[in-house]
């Protein structure tokens, strides 16, 4: 902080310096996506959330929005061995006060920077302590700038019931993040961290999630009505938006068979909105990691495809893996692969056909199957009429018929032929993305030896992106069961 006449008053990172460190800090963090509630704007006081969108992405009428994705602070005690901000790191470190963070986040809205804000956090001292930080820093934003707009807070894990609470009800989303898919590599790469510490306040915000719904909803509508300002935060919304969380995809030995499986008992058991897959990026060197830096971004695509056939198309965990064949496909992804695999069931008569079905068809998705079903009311469907209603017919075209016509005419329908077809390289023309739009002597990254850029994100290290078949780690024996119950301590 500087006088009027320059001189320097107190010592320690500016906030801009703060902001650059914590900022930079969070941003391997990826389960930022905001969504799931509507809340409007209501006169004297400040913000909105949308319906959709989170941080960098898309709302409905195609906005894209902002969220100010910052850390409290990236002191630690814990020592995880894939994080930048473990204990033993030797980084720059910086907290946030939280009225330095309040005021960020107002100055950010103000300008139109942001729309929300996503809050994580390094454990200072404590998760009690932390979480403390965190709860002032909202109650500020809430209560004193009436702050309606859309807040992400990860709880950290050992956090006290009743702490959780509070952070609950000035949050819109909370996350706990699992980190890893099992205990075993739990104990080996996060030793600070135990299963009972995660799962215990994922099922406290289930649980609150619950019971505020059966039980506040009605009240708290009524009195959402009344003009005031400060509404007390145990009338308050407890975790509208629902709880998520992450696990980290290629730093243990892990199959997708566990992970998925996990995933599946975390959808069901502990209702969790949605379970977010980040690629290891090795930014640490430490022996219990995998020595290679290869970034298994196309397993972390795959497992968020499964992982969406779970969610929205009706799919069970079982019938997209099994343990015979324990990791997904990475040339096709895992519905094609699914429908590879019942080929009985194909091609589906498009104008007869019902809703599940339909959606299982390759190629076609729920709104377009939705659009199908709408349109066949007036008038049977052929190829022209499929394509208006904006089905797009390059993989679904080997798995229909139209009155009675199939569309993959010249195509072997069998599971080699039509797998041929789905892995072929695509002619992306002279035109579009997939045009390789180079020039004739014109340098790839590839001749000048660039690293691979995540997300924007650069890594400390030199990181390739690299086939992940042979990066894999080997599967040990004794990789637990698949499930919660892998988790109870
Ligand atoms: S608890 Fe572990 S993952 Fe979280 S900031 Fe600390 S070292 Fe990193």
């Given at each position: 902080m500087y006088l009027a006449d320059g001189r320097k008053t107190v010592e320690g990172p500016s906030i801009a310096e703060k902001l650059e460190i914590l900022a930079?800090?969070?941003?391997?963090?990826?389960?930022?996506?905001?969504?799931?509630?509507?809340?409007?704007?209501?006169?004297?006081?400040?913000?909105?959330?949308?319906?959709?969108?989170?941080?960098h992405s898309f709302t409905p009428d195609g906005r894209c929005i902002c969220l100010l994705k910052v850390l409290m602070s990236n002191v630690c005690t814990y020592d995880c061995a894939y994080c930048v901000n473990r204990r033993s790191n030797d980084v720059k470190r910086a907290t946030f006060t939280p009225r330095e963070l309040a005021d960020l986040t107002m100055a950010f809205y103000r300008r139109n920077y942001i729309e929300g804000l996503f809050l994580s956090s390094g454990v200072v001292g404590s998760p009690d302590h932390t979480t403390e930080l965190m709860v002032q820093a909202l109650t500020i934003l809430r209560d004193e700038y009436g702050f309606r707009g859309y807040i992400h807070a990860k709880a950290i894990p050992g956090t006290s019931p009743e702490l959780l609470d509070m952070l609950g009800?000035?949050?819109?989303?909370?996350?706990?993040?699992?980190?890893?898919?099992?205990?075993?590599?739990?104990?080996?790469?996060?030793?600070?961290?135990?299963?009972?510490?995660?799962?215990?306040?994922?099922?406290?915000?289930?649980?609150?999630?619950?019971?505020?719904r059966e039980t506040h909803a009605i009240t708290r509508q009524a009195r959402s009505r009344l003009p005031q300002r400060h509404v007390p935060w145990k009338d308050r919304a407890y975790v509208p938006a629902g709880?998520?969380?992450?696990?980290?995809?290629?730093?243990?030995?892990?199959?997708?068979?566990?992970?998925?499986?996990?995933?599946?008992?975390?959808?069901?058991?502990?209702?969790?909105?949605?379970?977010?897959?980040?690629?290891?990026?090795?930014?640490?060197?430490?022996?219990?990691?995998?020595?290679?830096?290869?970034?298994?971004?196309d397993r972390e695509h795959r497992l968020f495809q499964a992982d969406w056939l779970m969610r929205f198309y009706g799919f069970d965990v079982g019938e997209i893996i099994d343990e015979e064949h324990p990791m997904l496909d990475l040339l096709v992804d895992p519905k094609a692969n699914w429908a590879l695999n019942h080929l009985d069931d194909f091609p589906v008569e498009v104008n007869t056909a019902d809703l599940e079905l339909l959606m299982r068809v390759p190629g076609i998705g729920p709104t377009g199957a939705r659009r199908i079903i709408r349109a066949r009311k007036s008038h049977a469907l052929g190829e022209l009429e499929l394509r208006k209603v904006g089905i797009a017919l390059k993989r679904a075209r080997y798995?229909?018929?139209?009155?009675?016509?199939?569309?993959?005419?010249?195509?072997?329908?069998?599971?080699?032929?039509?797998?041929?077809?789905?892995?072929?390289?695509?002619?992306?023309?002279?035109?579009?993305?997939?045009?390789?739009?180079?020039i004739e002597g014109q340098m790839s990254f590839e001749d000048l030896g660039v690293g691979f850029s995540t997300g924007g994100a650069e890594p400390p290290i030199d990181v390739a992106v690299a086939d992940v078949r042979q990066e894999v780690p080997a599967m040990p024996e004794q990789v637990p069961a698949a499930g919660l119950k892998a988790w109870r301590p």
């Open positions: 930079d800090a969070a941003k391997y963090d990826v389960s930022c996506t905001s969504s799931g509630i509507e809340r409007s704007a209501q006169q004297g006081r400040l913000g909105t959330t949308m319906a959709a969108g989170c941080c009800h000035l949050a819109d989303r909370m996350s706990v993040n699992m980190e890893l898919p099992s205990q075993q590599s739990l104990d080996r790469l996060a030793p600070d961290k135990s299963s009972h510490s995660l799962i215990a306040p994922m099922r406290r915000i289930a649980d609150s999630i619950a019971q505020d709880q998520s969380t992450q696990m980290i995809i290629g730093a243990t030995p892990e199959s997708d068979y566990s992970i998925l499986n996990l995933s599946s008992a975390l959808y069901t058991k502990l209702s969790m909105k949605r379970v977010f897959y980040s690629a290891y990026i090795p930014v640490n060197s430490d022996w219990r990691l995998p020595s290679s830096r290869a970034v298994q971004l798995f229909i018929t139209c009155n009675g016509v199939w569309l993959g005419g010249g195509v072997d329908f069998s599971r080699e032929g039509l797998r041929g077809r789905l892995t072929a390289t695509i002619d992306g023309g002279r035109h579009g993305r997939r045009h390789p739009k180079r």
